[in-house]
């Protein structure tokens, strides 16, 4: 399993970003597919998340409606869309392969890549 993650940067408050996650070594259309976050000095926190099947998403309550999580099955990529970032969102973004294809089994976090990292500072 590879996950790589990339799109992270230095942004203003109030700006955009959109992460992108490539994949191999497993079954894409199988597992559900998360993004979660580790800031300095915090717990790790699952940001979103979406069904093996693409039809049902999960939010954090801290991004609902700022950010938006898809999948491309004919690129087996995952990709977060950030807007509206705010400071609290500085952290180092992970994907991560969902233990099974529903959501409700969580990410299989020994899955992840090197991730990607988002500041959020004016």
């Known amino acids: 399993v590879q996950l790589v993650e990339s799109g992270g940067g230095t942004v203003q408050p109030g700006g955009s970003l959109t992460l992108s996650c490539a994949t191999s070594g497993f079954a894409f259309n199988t597992f559900a597919m998360y993004w979660y976050r580790q800031a300095s000095g915090k717990e790790r926190e699952v940001v979103a998340g979406i069904s093996g099947g693409g039809t049902r998403t999960e939010y954090a309550d801290s991004v609902k409606g700022r950010f938006t999580i898809t999948r491309d099955y004919d690129k087996s990529t995952t990709a977060l869309q950030m807007n509206s970032l705010n400071p609290n969102d500085t952290a180092r973004y992970f994907c991560?392969?969902?233990?099974?294809?529903?959501?409700?089994?969580?990410?299989?976090?020994?899955?992840r890549g090197q991730g990607t990292q988002v500041t959020v500072s004016s």
């Open positions: 991560a392969k969902g233990e099974a294809f529903f959501l409700s089994n969580g990410p299989a976090y020994k899955y």
